[in-house]
């Protein structure tokens, strides 16, 4: 299973952008890039994935670097309610879409 | 609503005692998954299911034991030969083709917490 990198915690401040980072350096050509969270205490949801071009939807935005070696899961303008556990998978177009999740980064929000 | 429920959300197993994780879901996906999760750690694939009495293991079945006699449901066993049960546990779903949402999303239950008395 090819593997993530991300930093273990980041800190921003409420209503402001948050970058985070995620290298896949040994991604391969049919791998997708997804993205989950985790609230406290809670199951992870999904956020946002992508294959090559850059991704929007209401939670988030997922730029992807044009070697497919990293990406960034940007969140515009965030909320408390956005302080959680951000998971970035490689997911293979084939198969049974086993999950392999990292370490994640935690991402905290100060008011 | 559909979604996925898990039950119960706390469990407690005695030394050498079988215990059963509930996993439903309305949602009409063919694949479930079973999770297990460390404090502080990221989640480990324990068993899946791509369609109905048929399942596979994941990376760290020992211990463990599933059945899928329906599409709706995938219960996970804990046995007495899983010395260290401890965790949270997390359930999900995914749909293939024409099932609720994009197909390769995986959903999540809210999870069970198992500890050992």
């Known amino acids: 299973d090819a593997k993530t990198t991300q930093p273990n915690s980041m800190e921003s401040n409420e209503e402001e952008p948050v970058h985070l980072p995620c290298n896949h350096s040994?991604?391969?050509?049919?791998?997708?890039i997804h993205w989950y969270r985790q609230l406290p205490s809670q199951g992870p949801e999904y956020v946002i994935h992508?294959?090559?071009s850059n991704v929007n939807n209401r939670m988030a935005s997922l730029a992807i670097a044009e070697d497919r070696k990293s990406s960034t899961l940007i969140l515009h303008r965030a909320t408390l309610r956005d302080a959680a556990v951000y998971y970035c998978?490689?997911?293979?177009?084939?198969?049974?879409?086993?999950?392999?999740f990292g370490q994640g980064t935690r991402l905290t929000i100060n008011p | 609503d559909g979604g996925i429920t898990q039950s119960p959300k706390y469990l407690f197993r005695k030394e050498g005692q079988n215990v059963t994780l509930s996993c439903e879901q309305n949602l009409n996906h063919d694949a479930m998954y079973w999770y297990r999760q460390d404090p502080g750690q990221g989640l480990r694939l324990i068993y899946y299911?791509?369609?109905?009495?048929?399942?596979q293991k994941g990376d760290i079945a020992e211990g463990y034991s599933v059945s899928r006699e329906k599409k709706e449901s995938f219960p996970l066993t804990v046995t007495s030969a899983q010395k260290n049960p401890t965790a949270f546990y997390l359930c999900?779903?995914?749909?293939?083709?024409?099932?609720?949402?994009?197909?390769?999303?995986?959903?999540f239950g809210a999870g069970t917490r198992l500890s050992v008395l």
């Open positions: 999900a779903s995914r749909g293939l083709a024409g099932a609720h949402g994009a197909k390769n999303i995986q959903y």
């Open positions: 040994t991604i391969s050509g049919t791998d997708y």
């Open positions: 992508g294959l090559t």
């Open positions: 299911s791509q369609i109905v009495n048929d399942f």
């Open positions: 998978i490689l997911r293979p177009v084939q198969g049974a879409q086993k999950l392999v």
